[in-house]
């Protein structure tokens, strides 16, 4: 049987620096910011203007060794800080698009340890022992999507013109295990057809009505509702014993997904060329 260090180990720092094993040294623009105020850890993934060396524009926070880096960063921060709550908000027109293709295209010695790095991130956010909510400001595809599902509560604007979707048919991957898992546990089964198989885009109204989203205020109070939830879930997170509590109880809940995410090194098609860049 596989063993469940993964639920059990401390919440220690990620090790997703773009300097960490396999991956090439790279020049890091400042992609998030980050804060505790009042016991909520915010983070806010910037979007300006501009593009990476390899042509991923930054606005659209794709998962990439910078954003892996930044994003666990920040959660080690939230953790030394003792918050009781996290909320990450995203700017510009994605929340998340995904994991970063053109960056793959160009780097495809590193799609394992990529694709490996990106599912602890997801595993991670799926476990951590505070409440966690998902500020999701536009388009959230692909792996964007399961780091959307990975967080406790997600909070999209009634007036946005966001998307939900999974496209993996369209782009020739095959989710692997630990990935199929999260999505299963986070959506309800009348949905994993169409979303797995069938790439169905959603949009705010479905996904709440189906309880992917759990709240839908107008784009002008996105953060400051997501930060009302947040905070209204503090006493859940109070404490390093109610935060161990609430990792294991999460971490139980997720098994399934949790023993799989970055376990299993199936590539999901980069490295074999069986998708399509």
Known sequence: PRASAPCLAPLAASGLGPRSRGFAALSEPRLLESEVVDGVAIVTLLAPEGNFPWGTRIS???????????????????EAKAAQALVVIGEGK???????LPYLSANMGESTELQAKAEQLLSRILTLGIPTVAAINGHVTA??????????????????HGLFFVPGIDLGLVYSPGMTELMKAKMPQQLWSDVLCFAKRY?????????????????????????????????????EKTRATLHGIKCNLY????ETLGQEGENMGFAAGTWDP
Do not use: W, Y
């Open 203 to 239: 949009r705010v109204e479905e996904l709440l009505r189906q309880g992917v989203v759990h709240a839908a205020p107008p784009a002008s109070e996105l953060r400051s509702k997501a930060i009302e939830m947040a905070e209204a879930l503090k006493s859940k997170g109070k404490d």
């Open 60 to 78: 659209e926070h794709r998962l990439n060794p910078q954003l892996l880096h930044q994003v666990g960063a920040a959660l080690d921060q939230a």
């Open 94 to 100: 994605f929340f998340c698009n995904g994991m970063d």
């Open 143 to 160: 792996g964007g999507a399961m780091l959307g599902l990975a967080f406790d509560i997600r909070v999209m604007p009634s007036d946005g």
């Open 255 to 258: 098994r399934t997904a949790v």
